[in-house]
Nanobody, 123 residues
Framework: QLQASGGGLVQVGGSLRLSCAAS????????MGWFRQAPGKEREFVAQ???????????YYADSVKGRFTISRDNAENTVYLQMNSLKPEDTAIYYC???????????????WGQGTQVTVSS
């Protein structure tokens, strides 16, 4: 099970850090991703982080968040983070964390999902 938290209301240009805590199983062998869904829109890919190897982990980002968001993971804590800086009104959405064994960025390729946390950016 995945539990997302850390959402809230923030002003334009502000920052938030989302957390995704795993329980019941370890996700160290999974790639972890963050998605978001705004009202009336499809769920979209935000970021993904690979499993940690001897050379570290690789991260991938949607163009819309590149340079502003940072995904990281702490396998010891079984937790994934999404640091969001320079937030914009268009970042307003429900944010979901998810786990997959593939490199895909499509939501239907992810096996486990958290319940979502609301992020609202006010102008």
């Amino acid at each position: 099970q995945l539990q997302a938290s850390g959402g809230g209301l923030v002003q334009v240009g502000g920052s938030l850090r989302l957390s995704c805590a795993a329980s019941g199983r370890t996700f160290s062998n999974y790639r972890m991703g963050w998605f978001r869904q705004a009202p009336g829109k499809e769920r979209e890919f935000v970021a993904q982080i690979t499993q940690i190897s001897w050379s570290g982990a690789t991260t991938y980002y949607a163009d819309s968040v590149k340079g502003r968001f940072t995904i990281s993971r702490d396998n010891a804590e079984n937790t994934v983070y999404l640091q969001m800086n320079s937030l914009k009104p268009e970042d307003t959405a429900i944010y979901y964390c998810a786990a997959t064994r593939t490199s895909a960025t499509r939501p239907d390729n992810y096996d486990y999902w958290g319940q979502g946390t609301q992020v609202t950016v006010s102008s």
